[in-house]
């Protein structure tokens, strides 16, 4: 038999599959890890935590299934971009990574607008200088850490770190790279200017190689320690975003994918490259074509942590009930009407990535009146990812890029009031794959075209299938037009406070 294995190192979880050539999944398994956010801000996980699951995961496909090593052809790994994983000489973890999402480095990118002329690092780079740079983390550890940074040998992300330990070769997937806002997109290099800037050392930095190249194999402690076989071969692997978005069906230009993840992603098909600097850039999964994109670092991880924190009693009741708590408050929350009867909420609460840059914005709960109950502010949670994926379509059309086809993936889209809210704000149909799988799926698909499995990238096509269409209320869309408006103006209007706010200390 020839299977694929397929390795997602996600933020709640490390996901491992094994499917076959014609896109069925064989076997599934996932373990649960924990992400830190010690400060506000803050954003952090273990990349030790990240292999202890990625072999636990492996183990149990072996322990629970008829699946052998030798039957697994290639692996593919994806993940965060660009979580930023640090090792010293002897290729120990330096301390926990630091996540795409994190927002403590308002002074260091403070410092670099101050050094870097903006549009000639958007030419060289194809982005803006923002929080998920990995720059002015290295500075930000340099000032505060500084027996971290002078301990730093190599630098890597989620899945080329995962990668580093099945085969032994440090290299650089080139979706992280470019991410990172260190590469010049034109050339694919290093940029030498920005790393001086930034104080990093070139050598801390593998090779850039692209997602389907072959670059290396497991070896022989690895196969002592899960049972795969020495010298499967490993590919460089892929951006989690990217991955999912391609195993969704995104190929032709107009084609968007909107991501109900603990981040909200949403990624658009190009045929050639445009840039935007409220947005991102990605190479595709098919290197003749591009994405462009946006995250909101905020979004199922605001329902699950409204539900951790607030939904105490709920939670209780849907033990007894053997129900999911999201499945327990969607259904209480599709009975409240559109707006959600007055409450609108801003969902910054890691700060705002796309399309806004501002690591200071603040989550705001807005319009809150004594008559309000809790599955009010749980649909505004989802009224407001909905919003923020209305912004940045905005940002698309303001680039006179037209909308074929909307893909809703990930965990939050198995919602169907989380879908019927979306068609509604955007005022489009929603396709929802059936049993997508997310990223590893896509990582799977990429092992096998690197060892030549696949003819092709539209092979894809063999992975997808459409579950339902959910198509948008006009009346609702109408309204959610004006309360879209009242959410944008919120946020303007509290712009200021979010800087006054961060002076407001803590004992």
Not at 353 to 368: D, F
Not at 453 to 459: G, K, R, V
Request: glycine share 8%.
């Amino acid at each position: 038999m020839e299977y694929l294995l397929g390795i997602d190192i996600g933020t709640t979880s490390t996901k491992t599959i094994v499917c076959n050539t014609n896109g069925k999944i064989i076997f599934s398994t996932s373990e649960e890890q924990n992400l830190y956010s010690d400060f506000p801000a803050w954003a952090e996980e273990n990349p030790e935590e990240w292999w202890e699951n990625t072999q636990k995961t492996i183990k149990t496909i072996f322990k629970e299934s008829e699946i052998l090593a030798d039957d697994i052809k290639a692996i593919g790994v994806t993940g965060m971009v660009p979580a930023l994983v640090l090792l010293d000489k002897n290729d120990n973890i330096l301390r926990r990574s630091i996540q795409q999402n994190d927002a403590r480095t308002i002074k260091e990118l403070n410092y670099l607008r101050s050094k870097i002329d903006l549009n000639n690092h958007f030419d060289i780079t194809g982005g803006s200088i923002n929080q998920q740079l990995v720059g002015p983390k290295i500075l930000w550890l340099k000032e505060n850490e500084p027996e971290v940074y002078k301990s730093i040998d190599k630098i890597m992300g989620s899945y080329d770190y995962i990668n580093f330990k099945l085969t032994g070769n440090h290299v650089i997937e080139n979706n992280w790279a470019l991410e990172s806002g260190l590469l010049n997109i034109k050339k694919n290099t290093w940029e030498k200017k920005i790393l001086d800037i930034c104080d990093i050392n070139e050598k801390w930095l593998g090779q850039i190689v692209k997602s389907d190249e072959i670059i290396g194999s497991v070896n022989k402690k690895v196969e002592e320690l899960t049972g795969l076989k020495e010298g499967t071969p490993v590919v460089g692997g892929i951006a989690d975003h990217v991955s999912s978005a391609f195993a969704a069906g995104l190929k032709e230009e107009g084609d968007l994918n909107v991501k109900f993840g603990g981040a909200g992603d949403i990624l658009y098909s190009l045929d050639k490259l445009i840039t935007d600097k409220r947005l991102f850039i990605d190479l595709h999964a098919d290197p003749s074509r591009y994405m462009i994109n946006g995250c909101m670092a905020s979004s199922g991880s605001l329902l699950k942590w409204f539900t951790n924190e607030f939904c105490q009693y709920e939670n209780e009741i849907v033990k007894d009930e053997n129900k999911s708590i999201y499945d327990f408050m969607s259904d209480k929350a599709q009975d409240i009407p559109p707006g959600s009867n007055g409450v609108i909420i801003l969902p910054y609460f890691l700060g705002a990535k796309t399309p806004l840059h501002n690591p200071q914005a603040k989550g705001v709960i807005y319009g809150l009146g004594l008559h309000h109950k809790k599955e009010n502010i749980y649909r505004a949670i989802m009224e407001s990812v909905a919003y923020g994926f209305k912004h940045h379509i905005e940002i698309l059309k303001d680039l006179n890029l037209d909308i074929k086809k909307v893909i809703a993936t990930d965990g939050g889209a198995k919602s169907p009031v989380w879908r019927q809210i979306t068609a509604d704000v955007l005022g489009e149909s929603i396709y929802h794959i059936k049993e997508h799988t997310g990223s590893s799926i896509g990582a799977a698909f990429v092992a096998g075209k690197g060892i030549n499995l696949f003819d092709n990238w539209d092979d894809i096509d063999k992975f997808i299938e459409i579950d339902s269409v959910t198509e948008p209320n006009e009346k609702n869309h109408n309204l959610y037009n004006k309360y879209y408006k009242l959410f944008r103006d919120i946020y303007n209007n509290l712009e200021e406070s979010f800087i006054e706010s961060d002076n407001i200390k803590g004992k």
